[in-house]
T-cell receptor
Framework: NAGVTQTPKFQVLKTGQSMTLQCAQD?????MYWYRQDPGMGLRLIYY???????DKGEVPNGYNVSRLNKREFSLRLESAAPSQTSVYFC?????????????FGSGTRLTVV | AQSVTQPDIHITVSEGASLELRCNYS??????LFWYVQSPGQGLQLLLK??????LVQGIKGFEAEFKRSQSSFNLRKPSVHWSDAAEYFC???????????FGKGTKLSVIP
């Protein structure tokens, strides 16, 4: 099925460990995004990639790095995980700027840092 | 900074009652507006969106929303709520030329049988 695929779906890390969240889309979209969701905060943009080869900071980029590996794939890396990064992470994609084209979201990665 | 406000954190309604969830956004360039719903532990499902044209838009599951430019609002409505509508609802806005979809903090809807 066409869409945005995120891996893994669940992960538990110890403080200080590193990991990479993977995201891939098969809709030939140009733009990709990483959001985090915390209770009472809605979704906040971490990083985005407007097109292959470019990345930009969003609202809450500290503690994260991203790589736009190719047009399909956009990964999010936590170099040294902290408990404050416990969250649900969503990847999304859109064809150019999101409006008026809309966004497609993945099903999320639930990350716990202990 | 541009922002989206959902004034109600939690709303409780009886099954069969009408529903209105409020959403206001800060003034800026042309807004493109979305409503998403999220059940516990699930991902986001798009209910409806407004890009242009008729300011009253129909969505899935019997929801509708009305764009009022003069009030910078995009309120979500449903004439008769079902128990299965219990979930969290998010309003989101992207302004023309921007890549960033900005979300409100969400409104949790509880439905009393």
């Amino acid at each position: 099925n066409a869409g945005v695929t995120q891996t893994p779906k669940f992960q538990v890390l110890k403080t200080g460990q590193s990991m990479t969240l993977q995201c891939a889309q098969d809709m030939n979209h140009n733009s990709m995004y990483w959001y985090r969701q915390d209770p009472g905060m809605g979704l906040r943009l971490i990083y985005y990639s407007a097109s292959e080869g470019t990345t930009d900071k969003g609202e809450v980029p500290n503690g994260y790095n991203v790589s736009r590996l190719n047009k399909r794939e956009f990964s999010l890396r936590l170099e040294s995980a902290a408990p404050s990064q416990t969250s649900v992470y969503f990847c999304a994609s859109s064809d150019r700027t999101g409006g008026p084209y809309g966004y497609t979201f993945g099903s999320g990665t639930r990350l716990t840092v202990v | 900074a541009q922002s989206v406000t959902q004034p109600d954190i939690h709303i409780t309604v009886s099954e069969g009652a009408s529903l209105e969830l409020r959403c206001n956004y800060s003034y800026g360039a042309t807004p493109y507006l979305f409503w998403y719903v999220q059940s516990p532990g699930q991902g986001l499902q798009l209910l409806l969106k407004y890009f242009s044209g008729d300011t009253l838009v129909q969505g899935i599951k019997g929801f509708e929303a009305e764009f009022k430019r003069s009030q910078s609002s995009f309120n979500l409505r449903k004439p008769s709520v079902h128990w299965s509508d219990a979930a969290e609802y998010f309003c989101a806005v992207v302004w023309a030329g921007s890549y960033q979809l900005t979300f409100g903090k969400g409104t949790k809807l509880s439905v009393i049988p």
